[in-house]
Structures are given as structure tokens and as C-alpha cells.
């Protein structure tokens, strides 16, 4: 309360106590107390008067703050839903990837050779380059990374409307990044065995999508 506030309070409770004093003088010498009981009343309205205002400016606070909560939330959301729909597509796009180069090693397996365009492979190293260039060709190895990058922008947005309601979705989010780019540099960068790359792919994919789950779970639980 400020400082005018508190003098217009302390006044009517001063105007307050003199009518009560004068209606107990009255009352001792059986006057009429009419007039005591109306400077009573007018200390007490006087009185009231600072406090009720203090509680509209409270309200008028709580209310404003819970209104920002709220702006604040909601952006939280849009950038969530963005940081989710990245995701999805850079999953999407590594998956594309890690099938081309497990469809190229099963051939080279199978068969002892895979033709890669106008070339032919009979050894693991040239056969994943080769695969590698044609990826790069027609533009897909380094979609898995450029939607990435997207979704750490997203997530640099989320940080900025963090509040104490979504502040664990954050850390969801900040660990479904570190999941998803081990799953994309395993996936779109090859550089050992079939069978080591084959274990990389599931172990890091699994661990990924895990991820996500846990962000989505927290996310339906807290917008439901």
C-alpha cells in the first residue's frame, strides 16, 4: 500500500475512533447519538475506502499475471508443436537414408556387387560412398540435418517462454534433441561394419523415439 493510502486509511480510522468515543460520551450522558454513529460510519466508509482499493489493484495484478501465464503458454505450445513437426521430419528423412545404405549393404552381402548408377561395388567402402554420393545427388543426406537445425531453433524459441508449467517439457525436449542427432550422425555417417552400423541404427533409433514419447506424454498431460 502506498503511502496516500495508508494516510486516508489511518484518517478514517482516526475519524472512526472519534465517533465511537463521541457516541460513548453521549451514550454516558443519555444524549441523542445520532450524530455520533454518522462520523462513526464516515471514519469507517473513509477507512475501507484505501483497503478496497488496495484489493482491486491486487486482483487487477493476479489478474494480469495470469493473463501473461497464459500468452506465455500458448506461445510455449506453438513452438513445441513446430519443435515436434521438425522432428518427425528429420526422423523421417535419417530413416530414408539408413534404408538406403542397409538396402545397399544386403545387396553387396548377397549378391558380392551392387551397381550404383552407372557404377559397380564388390567392397563395402566404395559401394557406401557411391551410395553416399547418390544420396547427395538428389539432395536427401543432408535433409536430416537441415530439419535438425530447424528444431534446435525451435527449441531456442520454447527457452523463451518458460515458465514453471512447462519448464520439464523443456528438458524433454532438450533431450529428444541430443537422441535424435546420435540417431542422425549414426544413421547418415557410416563408417564401420553392416552389422555395427545395423546395431547403431536400432539402439540409437530406439532411444530416440523413446524420447519423443516421454515429450508428447507430458505435452498431452499438460494441454488435456
Known amino acids: 500500500m502506498n503511502l496516500m493510502l495508508a494516510v486516508i486509511l489511518y484518517f478514517g480510522l482516526a475519524i472512526f475512533g472519534l465517533g465511537l468515543l463521541l457516541l460513548l460520551f453521549l451514550?454516558?450522558?443519555?444524549?441523542?447519538?445520532?450524530?455520533?454513529?454518522?462520523?462513526?460510519?464516515i471514519g469507517l466508509l473513509v477507512?475501507?475506502?484505501?483497503?478496497?482499493?488496495?484489493?482491486?489493484?491486487s486482483q487487477k495484478a493476479a489478474h494480469?499475471?495470469?493473463?501473461?501465464?497464459?500468452?506465455?503458454?500458448?506461445?510455449?505450445?506453438?513452438?513445441?508443436?513446430?519443435?515436434?513437426?521438425?522432428?518427425k521430419q528429420a526422423t523421417a528423412s535419417t530413416e530414408y537414408v539408413a534404408q538406403k545404405y542397409t538396402a545397399t549393404w544386403e545387396t553387396l552381402i548377397k549378391d558380392g556387387s551392387v551397381t550404383i548408377g552407372d557404377s559397380?561395388?564388390?567392397?563395402?567402402?566404395?559401394?557406401?560412398?557411391?551410395?553416399?554420393?547418390?544420396?547427395?545427388?538428389?539432395?536427401?543426406?543432408?535433409?536430416?540435418?537441415?530439419?535438425?537445425?530447424?528444431?534446435?531453433?525451435d527449441y531456442e524459441s520454447m527457452k523463451d517462454y518458460k515458465t514453471s508449467h512447462n519448464k520439464e517439457r523443456l528438458v524433454y525436449a532438450k533431450n529428444v534433441l541430443a537422441k535424435t542427432n546420435a540417431f542422425i550422425l549414426?544413421?547418415?555417417?557410416?563408417?564401420?561394419?553392416?552389422?555395427?552400423?545395423?546395431?547403431?541404427?536400432?539402439?540409437?533409433?530406439?532411444s530416440h523415439v523413446r524420447a519423443i514419447d516421454q515429450l508428447k506424454n507430458?505435452?498431452?498431460t499438460a494441454i488435456n
Open 27 to 41: 451514550l454516558i450522558f443519555k444524549k441523542s447519538i445520532k450524530a455520533a454513529l454518522i462520523i462513526a460510519l
Open 47 to 57: 477507512a475501507a475506502a484505501p483497503v478496497g482499493y488496495q484489493y482491486y489493484l
Open 64 to 87: 494480469e499475471a495470469q493473463v501473461k501465464l497464459e500468452k506465455r503458454e500458448k506461445s510455449f505450445n506453438k513452438h513445441e508443436r513446430q519443435f515436434l513437426k521438425h522432428i
Open 120 to 153: 559397380t561395388y564388390t567392397d563395402n567402402e566404395n559401394a557406401i560412398a557411391g551410395e553416399g554420393r547418390r544420396l547427395v545427388a538428389k539432395g536427401k543426406l543432408d535433409d536430416a540435418d537441415n530439419y535438425y537445425a530447424i528444431a534446435q531453433t
Open 186 to 206: 549414426a544413421a547418415t555417417r557410416p563408417n564401420s561394419t553392416y552389422q555395427d552400423y545395423a546395431d547403431d541404427i536400432y539402439k540409437t533409433n530406439k
Open 218 to 220: 507430458a505435452r498431452s
